[in-house]
T-cell receptor, first 113, second 120 residues
Framework: AQTVTQSQPEMSVQEAETVTLSCTYD???????LFWYKQPPSRQMILVIR??????QNATENRFSVNFQKAAKSFSLKISDSQLGDAAMYFC??????????FGKGTHLIIQP | GAVVSQHPSRVICKSGTSVKIECRSL??????MFWYRQFPKKSLMLMAT?????????EQGVEKDKFLINHASLTLSTLTVTSAHPEDSSFYIC????????????????FGPGTRLTVL
């Protein structure tokens, strides 16, 4: 079974600074997808970024980028120029393709003004 | 982006009653939908996969007779919590994958806003 580990229950960063959220996973598959989802207090899950395992290039979406290390099974999220609206729970997730997602326990991100 | 709705957003019921939660994909079709459960300050746990035209598949430890799933059409899946008890109180979230040659492409799941169930 696949597992996803987020070892940082909570992270705090000053507004406008950069923060990196860690995620590691375990799988025996070679093709899979990785995601970062954001869950604000409204509890609506919002896709932040996705990465296909077969792609070596790290995904980027504006201020959000990932560092995908397939051999190390690591998938960290970097948020640049942090904004107050980035405050939320961030979940790392794994999918084998047509499967449901396996989530990590989440990291609570606090943005200090 | 793709939109998934859930109804109701919040429900309070008495112990022993059944509650139905609807999940709809509003602007795309979904042959598969997923149901998750989230306890307070916890992560999402996959409960089951809803398959249009066939039986749902349940994750280990999830009672299929307690959590009835019906995928009536390509845009609607329902989760019925039967004979609900206080321990069934939770936040239930559905998701649907967006298929086809669109951006973002397959295997990206879009989530409904969730349903908070409170069983008294």
């Amino acid at each position: 079974a696949q597992t996803v580990t987020q070892s940082q229950p909570e992270m705090s960063v000053q507004e406008a600074e950069t923060v990196t959220l860690s995620c590691t996973y375990d799988t025996s598959e070679s093709d899979y997808y990785l995601f970062w989802y954001k869950q604000p207090p409204s509890r609506q899950m919002i896709l932040v970024i996705r990465q296909e395992a077969y792609k070596q290039q790290n995904a980027t979406e504006n201020r959000f980028s990932v560092n995908f290390q397939k051999a190390a099974k690591s998938f960290s999220l970097k948020i640049s120029d942090s904004q107050l609206g980035d405050a939320a729970m961030y979940f790392c997730a794994y999918s084998g393709g047509a499967d449901g997602l396996t989530f990590g326990k989440g990291t609570h991100l606090i943005i200090q003004p | 982006g793709a939109v998934v709705s859930q109804h109701p957003s919040r429900v309070i019921c008495k112990s022993g009653t059944s509650v139905k939660i609807e999940c709809r994909s509003l602007d795309f079709q979904a042959t598969t939908m997923f149901w998750y459960r989230q306890f307070p300050k916890k992560s999402l746990m996959l409960m089951a996969t809803s398959n249009e035209g066939s039986k749902a598949t349940y994750e280990q430890g999830v009672e299929k007779d307690k959590f009835l799933i019906n995928h009536a059409s390509l845009t609607l899946s329902t989760l019925t919590v039967t004979s609900a008890h206080p321990e069934d109180s939770s936040f239930y979230i559905c998701s649907a994958p967006l298929l086809g040659p669109v951006i973002p492409s397959t295997d990206t799941q879009y989530f409904g806003p969730g349903t908070r169930l409170t069983v008294l």
